[in-house]
């Protein structure tokens, strides 16, 4: 009786080792952790476009970074600078679109279909 305790409890601890060998993140009792899929958005330099708006509508990248819109709308978006340095075309639903911004700068753009969404990359 004793080996059969004993060997599920070595199961146990087994399991419970695997199962934080699994883990990426730890967080302070209260706080919340972050996962790794969620860092993208987190860092800035991700916008959705959901709701006929891009979301966030201003953001904040350093030189150099590459900015991904993701069309999560059920209609098509363009990402068009207002200053015409760039431009999607139209991005349809689940499509992306990608723009890195090489100089300091603010970029103010909006969506070429539907005017009303506009938004901003900063880059410093």
Do not use: E
């Not at 934080?20 to 969620?38: H, I, R, W």
Request: aromatic content about 6%.
């Amino acid at each position: 009786m004793h080996h059969v305790r004993s060997a599920a409890l070595s199961i146990a601890t087994i399991l419970a080792i695997a199962a934080c060998a699994g883990a990426t993140t730890t967080a302070a009792p209260g706080t919340t952790s972050v996962p790794p899929a969620a860092t993208s958005a987190a860092s800035g330099d991700a916008v959705s476009i959901v709701d006929r708006s891009f979301q966030p509508g201003a953001i904040t990248v350093p030189v150099g970074t590459t900015v991904t819109w993701t069309n999560n709308d059920s209609t098509g978006h363009t990402v068009t600078a207002d200053d015409g340095s760039f431009d999607s075309k139209t991005i349809a639903t689940g499509a992306t679109f990608t723009q890195t911004f090489a100089a300091a700068g603010t970029f103010a753009y909006h969506c070429a279909i539907h005017p009303s969404m506009k938004a901003t990359v900063v880059v410093q």
